[in-house]
């Protein structure tokens, strides 16, 4: 196995960049071990290809370090993606409805489906779940998370990473910005544990 510092040098400088504490948020959706040696954020876009592409090696990662790790997810709408921020609206409200377990089935549902995220869409996935449409519809018209997921925003915007976007990962003291493979995501991982 390679040694972390070395790892780490291989990547490029705008790829890893140490950051002082990042708090780990009570109320965000995860999976994973409850009481984990390791938790890993995922920070993305429901818009974003990059982070569609990257969700294969974090559920490898997960299916093998799940019972150490702690997987959570954490929104980074983009302005240039018309229908992200509404996305994780509806991401928010299918977890305040069904839970944690129904927003990771969500969540990939709206990775497959990336290309149809208008709030038709949206309403549409949701129905399928389980969830109560009127109270999703309602939800989405009053934008009651939309605080929830631009507070996200504003504290990944408070790191002051140079180069940022999505996806990235805070694993440890670091953020690592860009769609890694799954042999690149365990190291990493593994290097943390």
């Known amino acids: 196995m390679v040694r ?13 960049v140490p950051v002082r504490a990042v708090d780990v948020p009570p109320n965000v959706p995860r999976k994973g071990a409850k009481k984990p040696e390791l938790v890993v954020q995922e920070i993305g876009d429901f ?10 090696a974090v559920e490898r990662v997960m299916a093998a370090y799940g019972e150490r790790v702690a997987l959570l997810w954490r929104d ?8 992200a921020l509404g996305a994780a609206e509806a991401a928010r409200e299918v977890r305040a409805q069904l839970g944690d377990e129904a927003f990771w089935k969500y969540h990939a549902v709206l990775f497959r489906n ?18 109560d449409p009127k109270r ?7 934008g009651i998370h939309r605080d929830g997921v631009l507070s996200d925003k504003r504290e990944i915007d408070a790191l002051a990473l140079p180069s940022f976007g999505t996806p990235a990962f805070i ?23």
């Open 4 to 16: 972390r510092r070395d790892f780490l040098l291989g990547l490029t400088l705008a790829a890893c």
């Open 47 to 56: 818009e974003c290809s990059f982070c569609a592409a990257v969700q294969p």
């Open 76 to 83: 980074y709408p983009l302005d240039r993606h018309p229908h």
């Open 114 to 131: 990336q290309r149809a995220l208008a709030p038709a869409d949206l309403l549409r996935y949701a129905a399928a779940l389980g969830v």
């Open 136 to 142: 999703m519809a309602s939800a989405l018209e009053l």
């Open 171 to 193: 694993i440890g003291a670091d953020v690592f910005v860009g769609n890694y493979g799954y042999d690149e995501l365990a190291e990493l991982v593994e290097a943390a544990l």
